[in-house]
């Protein structure tokens, strides 16, 4: 069993940063692929960005290329998403998912893929 709180959103204006905190609880962090999901208003969940156990590999939605970073510390039990060069169209309920792998990789981008999830993080950027 896997628990997620995030934290960091906010209000931000466009060209500004935020840093997504997402902290896990049990001893199965390392064993999780960690995905970044949002949602808009009135849209699907859409698939931001995901990262392997190791941290080695990440996979990025087109539309966050450049400018958002995952990562992760394992040490810590805690995965992060920096947001860097916001957009309005980033506006939405931000939220952190983990699905306890074997698989090396980071190509988790359905949010089908993903057993935990934690509660969202809005964040708001105004033009």
């Known amino acids: 069993q896997v628990q997620l709180v995030e934290s960091g959103g906010g209000l931000v204006q466009a060209g500004g940063s935020l840093r997504l905190s997402c902290a896990a609880s049990g001893r199965t962090f390392s064993g999780c692929v960690m995905g970044w999901f949002r949602q808009a208003p009135g849209k699907e969940r859409e698939f931001v960005a995901s990262?392997?156990?190791?941290?080695?590999?990440?996979y990025y939605t087109d539309s966050v290329k450049g400018r958002f970073t995952v990562s992760r510390d394992n040490a810590k039990n805690t995965a992060n998403l920096q947001m860097n060069s916001l957009k309005p169209e980033d506006t939405a309920v931000y939220y952190c998912?983990?699905?306890?792998?074997?698989?090396?990789?980071?190509?988790?981008?359905?949010?089908?893929?993903?057993?935990?999830w934690g509660q969202g993080t809005q964040v708001t950027v105004s033009s």
């Open positions: 990262i392997s156990r190791s941290g080695g590999s990440t």
């Open positions: 998912a983990a699905v306890i792998t074997t698989a090396p990789t980071s190509y988790f981008r359905s949010h089908s893929q993903y057993d935990y």
